[in-house]
């Protein structure tokens, strides 16, 4: 059978899948939730990011407008959503989903971040942070991009895959510090010329750390003429800007 022939049939196949199998926790294994492969408790043991900075999203102990780090240098974003702390057991099912090729670990996610409140002001489009080709083939997909479909789909934003473009392989951020981030990602973006782009767009990335892959490529599409770019991220970890 041709392979589009074949494509026809997965919806049926996954609707069949669902029949025979229904929903498990991915975490603990007990049955899952209205539509979702987590379990209640499960879901409900996800850390939220509720009391965090208004700015960058970095957790605080206490509500406050903007943490020291934004107080000092504000980032070249306006505003950021990122709902979760990426913490335990969120941490297991997003390595799940970007490391072991676990797209529905990615599905569960994008649920559970379609449940949280939204932010007031909607972007007109959602724009992954895109992944050099090198780490695209060898992942075989974009875990912003897994992310962000749902979402797009949801909200009723339009998803600008193509808009923005890696065009350096970078080494993977986790093993770097703050300022080697920095560097790392300096230059390894650049806006695809033919875009004409909306006064109001969205970075969406899976997890941010030290947030400085999401501050290039917003100084990147600030270039390009965007005049009010915000960070979504599913997951906050605990790390500061420097
Ligand atoms: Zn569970
Ligand atoms: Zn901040």
Not at 141 to 170: F, M, S, V, W
Request: hydrophobic share 45%; with cysteine; proline share 8%.
């Amino acid at each position: 059978m041709r392979m589009d022939a074949l494509s026809r049939f997965r919806p049926l196949a996954g609707a069949l899948q669902r029949f025979v199998l229904p929903y498990r926790c991915l975490l603990c294994g007990a049955a899952g939730e209205d539509g979702l492969d987590l379990c209640r408790d499960c879901a409900t043991e996800l850390p939220r990011n509720r009391t965090c900075c208004a700015r960058c999203a970095l957790p605080m102990p206490q509500p406050a407008a903007l943490c020291g780090q934004c107080q000092r240098r504000a980032p070249p974003w306006d505003a950021a959503w990122v709902p979760f702390r990426y913490a335990w057991p969120l941490d297991r099912l997003e390595s799940r989903f970007k490391f072991a090729a676990d797209l529905a670990a990615g599905r569960a996610l994008s649920s559970l971040w379609l449940r949280e409140p939204p932010p007031s002001q909607m972007p007109a489009w959602i724009v992954p942070v895109p992944l050099h080709l090198r780490r695209l083939r060898s992942r075989g997909y974009n875990q912003a991009l897994e992310l962000a479909k749902p979402l797009a789909d949801r909200l009723g934003i339009a998803l600008a895959a193509d808009a923005l473009r890696r065009l350096r392989h970078t080494a993977a951020q986790t093993e770097l510090g703050a300022l080697e981030r920095r560097r790392n990602v300096r230059a390894a973006f650049a806006v695809n010329p033919r875009t004409i782009w909306p006064a109001h767009v969205a970075l969406l990335d899976d997890v941010m750390t030290t947030g400085a892959t999401l501050a290039e490529c917003a100084r990147v599409l600030k270039r390009a003429g965007v005049q009010r770019v915000d960070v979504w991220a599913l997951a906050r970890a605990p790390s500061t800007r420097n």
